[in-house]
């Protein structure tokens, strides 16, 4: 299976628009991937909060409209990275967008772990409440958000809906980036999966951010990573790895917290 992570560049001198555009010709260039993945809240910056209110859109607004032609265009499937959805009748809501490579949505997730610590993003947006998984033909792929990468909890959930790779796109800052590659590997190790971890590149509203987007197979080795800049990372990797390591080295069978089962 062959994956191409975006890792796009935000800064405050590109339009929002000019950026949709560009992005959407990124997408149309990795014709015969099997995947793609973009980061989270490309369009206006993760840490860009004055701007959440203005640029937020419908689910099915213009970022919906370009990545789902691209994704035709392309004939590949899409994660198109996270916008500031606005509900009509709700609050905002930082949601991810998958697509089939037909451009037809295959899913939405509302991340539910907000960032901020009672400030930004965790009081101008709501919370998900529903883990998202979406079947492809090669790997069942679980949805997480940046911050999501710090809650085990959510990608043990994800496993049990049956999650074999993880896609986590994110707008991940520098200052913290050590944590960002910890986490991505401690993420594919415990639950014997492949992280795909697609961050932005660029500064958010002065916050500079990590890059690095990387590829962990279910050993928690780094298959690649990307810079510190704006670019294409792909990468190859073979889906099965996930049932033959599960099989190998069957350590999920073990659990006992956290199960609706009696301890044996």
């Known amino acids: 299976m062959r994956a191409s992570l975006l890792q796009v560049a935000v800064n405050e001198d590109e339009s929002v628009e000019s950026r949709r555009r560009r992005v959407a010709a990124l997408v149309r260039d990795q014709a015969g991937a099997d995947l793609v993945v973009l980061p989270e809240l490309w369009t206006t910056g993760a840490f860009a909060y004055e701007e959440f209110g203005t640029e937020a859109e419908a689910l099915e607004g213009p970022t919906y409209e370009a990545m789902a032609k691209a994704a035709s265009e392309a004939?590949?499937?899409?994660?198109?990275?996270?916008?500031?959805?606005?509900?009509?009748?709700?609050?905002?809501?930082?949601?991810?967008?998958?697509?089939?490579?037909?451009?037809?949505?295959?899913?939405?997730?509302?991340?539910?772990?907000?960032?901020?610590?009672?400030?930004?993003?965790?009081?101008?947006?709501?919370?998900?409440?529903?883990?998202?998984?979406?079947?492809?033909?090669?790997?069942?792929?679980?949805?997480?958000?940046?911050?999501?990468?710090?809650?085990?909890?959510?990608?043990?959930?994800?496993?049990?809906?049956?999650?074999?790779?993880?896609?986590?796109?994110?707008?991940?800052?520098?200052?913290?980036?050590?944590h960002w590659t910890l986490l991505a590997r401690a993420r594919a190790v415990e639950n014997q999966a492949f992280v795909l971890a697609c961050g932005t590149a660029g500064t958010h509203a002065g916050v500079p951010q990590a890059g690095h987007s990387i590829v962990v197979d279910p050993w928690g080795e780094v298959l690649a990573e990307a810079g510190p800049g704006e670019e294409v990372l792909t990468v190859e990797f073979d889906p099965a790895t996930v049932a033959g390591t599960r099989d190998r080295f069957p350590a999920l069978k073990d659990r006992v917290l956290g199960l609706d089962r009696p301890r044996r």
């Open 75 to 178: 004939g590949v499937w899409l994660h198109a990275g996270s916008v500031p959805e606005r509900d009509p009748e709700g609050p905002l809501y930082n949601t991810s967008l998958v697509f089939s490579p037909s451009g037809e949505l295959a899913a939405a997730y509302r991340k539910i772990h907000r960032f901020g610590f009672d400030k930004g993003e965790a009081v101008l947006m709501g919370a998900g409440e529903e883990l998202v998984t979406v079947r492809l033909p090669d790997t069942v792929v679980g949805v997480a958000t940046c911050y999501d990468l710090r809650f085990p909890e959510l990608f043990r959930g994800l496993v049990d809906a049956g999650a074999e790779t993880f896609v986590v796109p994110a707008g991940w800052p520098e200052r913290r980036r050590a």
